[in-house]
């Protein structure tokens, strides 16, 4: 067989497979070259025996498969619109339907005397208790213009505009029920700004612009305030209770179903907000949706999250004929070193390799995407080395998610644990008495846990970090070019910015080790195709009538990785377009 004969084979299988399992729109009928029964396995070409390749780690698609039409009903409701979901953009939705004299009921699987909010801060541009505080203002262009840059012109503008031009007025509406006593326990991270932090590097800016409820006012007790608000205005709360699927006549929503302790429920509507919170619960799901990640596994690298929400909001919406996503969905802080990323929060050190080299500019600037280079890499132990300059150089940052606040404490905090590894190496250590409930050595964050190791030359530190012969050579002649680079102000390697080049030449010398176990995401962030007004689209991108997404089942926000060019932008688009997703089903509904 010829090579031009054998690439022909493979890509008639790949193509099927791409049509079989890779499809953008609903399940339907319809004849293929080389289908598949599980959407995983593929047909090689004039062979009736399935192969073992899996194509992008895609083994299950049943998750595809709508259920069982049910027909016994427990009970019977009727309403103008469905919110499924209580997050972030669940509720906003749901209380500005009320608002508007709409008849809503939302639905929760959680139940009510368990439920809690899913992280504590938002990104805000302008809300009105960070202007109080001196927080600087945002031009919602310059935002939209910059967020666009960062993720490549891929998510949908619409929806970023819309963001950043609503965020103001939706937070300050989010938060109106705060009192003062709530307000004096809201934080603000990165602000005031230290004294070396940085709002823009290479192009892209950054701003502290963040509210920060990690107090005894957090998000559920907010989220609360806006169900009683919601209630008020004649909005119905069910917890406790499951979506099934969507009911669906002549192409367009006419109720759900769903489920209790007592049995399945028909709701009778004109309109469904799937707010559902994505997929991280869904491996399967995620292994379709995040190709990019499924394929590049190795080892044991597996696809997790923290979330456990199964993408039921998703699969609603594609069963009812909505158009899935057709690059890989975002997932936050998923292609990087790790969640939450410990050495993607050393930006200012020098990474290292097994070989003994650089691999990637350290100090790019959007944290979610430093470890983008360490996908496509050996999961052998990497390294982050640093001089004994250290505190100061750490100092350097950005207000950005899982960044470092270089205060007083902090900077303390990561000269003692410094001094910890240079006192383990001398001998001279001595374990003290800790305190119940003290944090370990870092600085707080991501970084609490980073143990250093230390050494007087940089030999030492290599043997130290298990580098031996031709990458110990190598590390040492690394060390030595890249502080050249710091000396002129280039990094001829990777190009790193001037700003942020921190020499390692002063002795003691530190280090800290990494072993990358790639595939774990904090939470999924898309899955269904929409219109600027989070309308779904069918596999025409036309409307569905009655069909909209929210939160973290509505695509094209992020590109294909979650950055933060504020501290916070997930709950942020949650909720600030969560309100306007209502006032898109208000709009329909008339």
Not at 12 to 18: D, K, T
Not at 272 to 291: H, K, L, Q, R, S
Not at 420 to 426: G, L, P, R, S, T
Not at 529 to 542: F, K, R, V
Request: one cysteine or more.
């Amino acid at each position: 067989m010829s090579r031009r004969s054998f690439i022909g084979m493979g890509a008639v299988a790949a193509m099927a497979a791409g049509a079989a399992g890779l499809a953008g729109c609903a399940p339907a009928g319809g004849d293929s070259t080389a289908k598949t029964e599980d959407g995983g396995h593929i047909e090689s070409a004039g062979s009736s025996a399935p192969s073992d390749v899996h194509i992008h780690n895609v083994t299950d698609t049943s998750w595809m498969t709508p259920p069982a039409e049910v027909t016994d009903f427990a009970q019977e409701w009727d309403c103008d619109a469905v919110v499924c979901g209580h997050g972030f953009a669940g509720i906003t939705a749901c209380r500005e339907l009320a608002e508007q004299g709409k008849k809503v009921i939302l639905i929760e699987k959680q139940p009510e005397d368990s439920y809690q909010a899913v992280g504590n801060e938002f990104a805000s541009l302008n809300a009105k208790i960070l202007q109080e505080r001196g927080v600087p203002h945002i031009d919602p262009v310059e935002f939209y213009q910059n967020f666009m840059k960062i993720t490549s012109n891929m998510p949908n503008p619409s929806l970023v505009m819309k963001f950043a031009q609503n965020s103001e007025e939706n937070s300050n509406w989010y938060l109106d029920r705060l009192t003062e006593e709530d307000f004096a326990t809201m934080t603000t991270a990165f602000f005031p700004p230290t004294e070396h932090q940085m709002g823009e590097l290479s192009g892209i800016k950054f701003w502290p612009s963040v509210c920060s409820f990690y107090g005894e006012c957090n998000q559920t007790k907010i989220q609360m305030y806006n169900q009683a608000a919601a209630e008020e205005a004649g909005a119905e709360f069910h917890f406790a209770t499951t979506a099934e699927y969507i009911i669906m006549q002549d192409g367009a929503v006419a109720g759900l179903v769903a489920s209790d302790a007592d049995g399945y429920i028909k709701i009778n509507c004109k309109a469904v907000v799937c707010a559902c919170g994505g997929m991280g619960g869904n491996p399967e799901m995620m292994a379709y949706f995040m190709p990019d990640m499924a394929q590049a596994l190795t080892g044991e690298d597996a696809l997790t999250s923290m979330s456990a929400n199964d993408g039921r909001g998703v699969q609603m919406a594609y069963w009812a004929g909505a158009h899935l996503e057709t690059t890989p969905v975002a997932g936050m802080n998923m292609k990087g070193l790790s969640v939450p990323g410990k050495m993607n929060c050393l930006p200012q050190a020098v990474w290292i390799d097994e070989n003994g080299r650089r691999f990637a500019n350290e100090y790019y600037p959007t944290s979610e995407q430093r470890g983008y280079q360490t996908v496509f890499m050996s999961r052998k132990t990497k390294y982050a080395v640093v001089d004994n300059n250290f505190t100061e150089y750490r100092q350097y940052t950005l207000p950005q998610h899982a960044g470092f606040t270089a205060n007083e404490e902090n900077i303390a905090s990561l000269r003692d644990s410094l001094d910890k590894a240079y006192a383990k190496f001398k001998g001279t250590y001595e374990e003290p008495e800790q305190e119940e409930g003290q944090g370990g050595p870092g600085g707080g964050g991501p970084m609490t846990q980073v143990e250093w190791i230390a050494d007087d030359t940089l030999e030492g530190l290599a043997g130290q970090m298990g580098l031996s012969g031709d990458a110990a050579t190598e590390f040492v002649a690394q060390i030595e070019r890249w502080n050249g680079y710091c000396e002129a102000g280039v990094d001829e390697e990777f190009g790193r910015a001037a700003e942020v080049l921190f020499p390692v030449k002063d002795g003691p010398f530190y280090a800290c080790t990494f072993d990358p176990v790639l595939g774990e995401t904090m939470v999924t962030m898309g899955g269904i195709i929409t219109d600027g007004e989070q309308n779904a689209l069918d596999a025409n991108y036309e409307p569905i009538p009655g069909l909209y997404m929210a939160g973290n089942d509505c695509g094209r926000r992020f590109g294909t990785e979650y950055v933060t060019p504020i501290p916070g932008c997930s709950l942020a688009f949650a909720l600030v377009l969560g309100r306007e997703c209502g006032k898109s089903v208000a709009k329909f509904l008339g």
